[in-house]
Every structure is written in C-alpha cells, then in structure tokens.
C-alpha cells in the first residue's frame, strides 16, 4: 500500500502535546509507523563531550506516531484525510494522492 504521509509533506499534529502546530516531515519511519516533524515533539538530550561534538543539553526531534499527523490541505491548511486515484491510461497509469477535503491533488 502507498504511503499516505511521505517526506516533505506539510502535517499538522492532532493529539498530544503539540496538537495544532505544524510542520514539515523530515523522516517517515513505516517499520515503526512514526515520523520525524521539524520542530515537534522537542526533547532534550543530554550530550556528553567528545572529540567531534561539544557536550551540554540539546533540544532535538522525537518520532511522532502517524496516527497523530494529518496532512495540510493545500487550499486553507486544515487537517484532511488522504485517499488514492488513478491518472492516465495504459503505460502511462500512475496513483496520486488526493485530499478528501478539497479533492486537490498532493502530488504528482
């Protein structure tokens, strides 16, 4: 099955301690079904010092579940649902994703 939230796409986070705030995915993880969102779900981590990096606290992304992410609608930027269509015939058929929302074409 083709993935609904990919790499790149702009999300919106639905429950947790970030819901409502937005941003762009970094990494999609399917085994673990989480993905990494620029500037959700901040932990801080302790760093030790080492030849390479400096040590001290550092605020970095924590995975988020996919269940908690909806993707922004390109038209007024509220969480949609994603489904799937066919586009063109024959060999040149291919499958895009589609807002429910709106029926806006994601990709492609």
């Known amino acids: 099955m ?3 939230i ?5 999300v919106i986070v639905l429950a947790g301690r970030d819901k409502g705030r ?3 995915v970094i990494e999609v993880r399917p085994d673990e ?3 990494l969102v620029r500037g959700i779900n901040m ?7 080492s030849a390479q990096q400096e040590g001290g606290i550092i605020s970095k992304e924590s995975p ?8 922004a609608d ?3 930027g509220k969480p949609t649902r994603v489904g799937f269509k066919f586009v063109g015939q024959g060999q040149d058929r291919k499958i895009v994703r589609v807002a429910k929302r709106s029926g806006v074409e994601i990709d492609g």
């Open 6 to 10: 990919r790499k790149g796409d702009k």
């Open 43 to 49: 932990v801080k981590r302790h760093q030790r010092q």
């Open 64 to 71: 988020v579940h996919l269940s908690n992410l909806a993707i």
């Open 22 to 24: 937005s941003g762009e």
């Open 33 to 35: 079904e989480r993905a």
């Open 74 to 76: 390109q038209k007024d």
């Open 2 to 4: 083709a993935a609904k």
